[in-house]
């Protein structure tokens, strides 16, 4: 076992893992935090995006050891106070999530993209989803409520 | 869909990973991004008994400019080299090949040395580094790009040799490169993939490198005999790209049969050679 001690929305955990232990299952299953989802397991479908130091990173792809030190943001600290984050209400509005099981991951995805480039071009948008797989809404209302926070035309 | 046990050890330098290597022999793995290695971890491909994780190792960050050429540190996370001014300005075509390497989440935390050591024959890096005549720097020696690759994700690496950094020649008036692949999916390993510099002096084409992957079990230079002392004109492209169609045997897969991936292997090498061609003469004094 080793140990680990992070803080995971601004609270900070102290645990011991096996090393082999995805950074994944320690959210859901350790910390209870099941916002994030668990799809391929291997990097493709981005359902388990997340947070690490403000860079969107898959986290089934990332040991929990690694996390020690890091400042982790998932889904659930996205809102704020109550209130829903803009990414949130843009999605809401524009109907981009249907079984929500892709949609955490698009989130913290589109958190960082927006972040770093506050204006990213419709195209630019959509590079960032080719690494998320959604199978119900399709894609089009999703690059809208992205595009629609990010004020692109 | 879990790894198998394995022993951790974070390393704090270059030597405490070289020591953990030379300790434990063939038995250890590095990590670095994790993107390819941790897939292969889930899914039980690769089950090293330890895992030594190089990420905490102090001055593997850093993009430099160094005797005419780009040094990019193993650690370089692939979307900080996308944003580098460094390489937007002077290494077009790492620039070009990065929005090609996986996606938007897994740039984040790939390396410029993890997709360099981890040798994947279908890998833009890998594949841009050849064609551009760049070279590896590991803590043992430095080697050139064309002979570090040896086949599908095995390269001249010892058991406790690491990548440190690789070297990007800096294009000079009169040089383009480019490189394009085609994957059925955005973002998916490309099922042909080819990347070509120019040097262009008094309008005809002086030194040339034509690396093809996807196709090959390693990024592979073609014969450019041809191309030197000429212009690259609509029947060059067409000549060069069915030569290259003809020297390779691409296995099938899922997505294309022998056959196709030829032709498409020669459609793309035509391209590479044209566009690298507008940007040598384009750049010309």
């Known amino acids: 076992m080793t140990a680990l001690e992070l803080t995971v ?8 893992v096996q090393p082999r232990l995805l950074l994944s299952d320690f959210l859901r299953h350790r910390l209870g935090l099941s916002g994030t989802h668990v799809g391929c397991e291997h990097g493709v479908c981005g359902a388990c995006t997340i947070r690490l130091d403000g860079a969107a990173v898959r986290s089934c792809l990332l040991l929990a050891v690694q996390a020690d030190g890091c400042a982790i943001e998932t889904v659930e600290g996205l809102a704020a106070n109550g209130e829903l ?15 929500g099981f892709c949609t955490s991951g698009i989130l913290m995805a589109a958190a960082d993209l927006l972040e770093q480039d506050r204006t990213p071009t419709r195209d630019e948008i959509v590079d960032m989803l080719s690494g998320h797989l959604c199978r119900c809404t399709g894609y089009e209302p999703i690059v809208d409520a992205i595009a629609q926070v990010a004020g692109t035309p | 869909m879990k790894p ?3 022993t951790y050890v974070r390393a704090e330098s270059i030597e405490q990973a ?8 063939s038995e250890a793995k590095l990590l670095a991004g994790g993107q390819s290695l941790v897939p292969a971890l889930n899914m039980r491909l690769a089950r090293p008994t330890v895992l030594v994780d190089l990420n905490r190792v102090p001055g593997l960050d850093g993009i430099d400019e160094e005797n005419g050429a780009i040094r990019i540190g193993a650690l370089v996370r692939q979307s900080s080299a996308e944003r580098a001014r460094l390489v937007r300005e002077r290494c077009p075509l790492l620039a070009e090949s990065l ?6 989440a897994t740039r984040n935390r790939g390396t410029i040395g993890g997709s360099i050591a981890h040798a994947d024959a279908a890998a833009e890096l890998p594949l841009a580094l050849v064609a551009l005549g760049g070279s590896v720097i590991t803590t043992l020696r430095t080697m050139p790009a064309a002979d570090f690759f040896v086949g599908h994700f095995t390269t001249a690496l010892a058991d406790d040799e690491i990548v440190v ?10 040089e383009g490169s480019a490189l394009v692949e085609f994957a059925p999916r955005y973002g998916d390993f490309a099922l042909a993939s080819a990347a070509c510099f120019l040097r262009v002096e008094n309008g005809a084409v002086s030194e040339a490198r034509l690396a093809v992957g996807s196709v090959t079990d390693r990024p592979e230079l073609l014969d450019v005999e041809p191309l030197l002392g000429s212009t690259v004109d609509d029947d060059a492209v067409r000549s060069v790209g069915a030569s290259a169609a003809g020297a390779v045997d691409p296995p099938p897969n899922l997505h294309g049969t022998p056959q196709y991936r030829r032709a498409l292997l020669g459609t793309l090498v035509g391209r590479a ?5 507008i940007r040598a003469t384009e750049a010309s004094p």
């Open chain 2, 165 to 174: 950094a690789t070297m990007w020649p800096r294009p000079r008036p009169g």
């Open chain 2, 4 to 6: 198998a046990p394995f």
């Open chain 1, 85 to 99: 984050h803009p990414l949130q209400e843009a999605f809401r509005e524009h109907h981009a999530l249907q079984c």
């Open chain 1, 9 to 16: 929305n601004g609270r900070t955990y102290r645990e011991e």
């Open chain 2, 18 to 25: 070289v020591d953990a290597l030379r300790a434990h022999g």
């Open chain 2, 99 to 104: 929005p090609l390497v996986g996606h938007f």
């Open chain 2, 273 to 277: 050679l044209r566009r690298a061609w």
